[in-house]
């Protein structure tokens, strides 16, 4: 339904957690994108704020300028203390398996991912390439951190499961042409190398019908003059 589909554009906007019903018995509950309530979002205009307890009770604070998503949400929030959606965790993964082409199917998480690596390459493009070992590693861990802040997770965690590590190729490879070795990264993974590049080829061949065709609600926003003013 419309539904989940606006909880995964959610998503790859902000990087929130899916968000799940069950009770962890934790001293405060989590929320995600999945159980927001009325009170976790306030919306001016384009401008949306969200304000949650995440988790491991970490405070999720984030806003972002979407019409698309202002409007979907704005129709949706209602009392303080009511859901913003009807839908939970595990009818979105059900959701998001079928529309994933092929049998290496997407999860919510991956979407967090590519978010992830997204936010790296943009805050790679803004250095000079690191010309020691030293100043690499400082900006891998200035990369991690940020990317961290945005997903409300350590930087260990964010190197370690989210961001890409072909990110730093370019790095790496100037830096072997100098004859400075790196260890190789405890952090790779061959569940990331070439998430970020398959989500994207994803998103690229379905644009706006990674919300399908018939969802008139969604393509007609896509489609608002507003929308192309951002």
Known sequence: TTEEAIVLYLISRTGFRIGSDTDTLA???AFGATTLLGKHVIIKGADISFSFIGKKGVQIDKTISDPILA?????RKKKDDSPIFQVNDGQVRRYLDTITPG???FSPKDLRT???TALALEEIEKWDIPTTKTGFTKLRKHVAQLVATELGNTPAIA??????????????????????????????QDRMVDLYKRMTEFFETIHFDYFPSNWNELRNYYDD??????
């Open 159 to 188: 190197l370690k499961s989210y961001i890409d590590p072909q990110v730093f190729t370019k790095w790496e490879k100037s830096l072997a042409k100098q004859g400075i070795k790196l260890k190789k990264s405890m952090y790779q």
């Open 71 to 75: 409007r979907l949400l704005g129709k």
């Open 225 to 230: 003059p507003l929308y192309d003013d951002e």
């Open 114 to 116: 590519h978010l992830a």
């Open 27 to 29: 001293a405060q509950k």
């Open 103 to 105: 049998n290496n199917k």
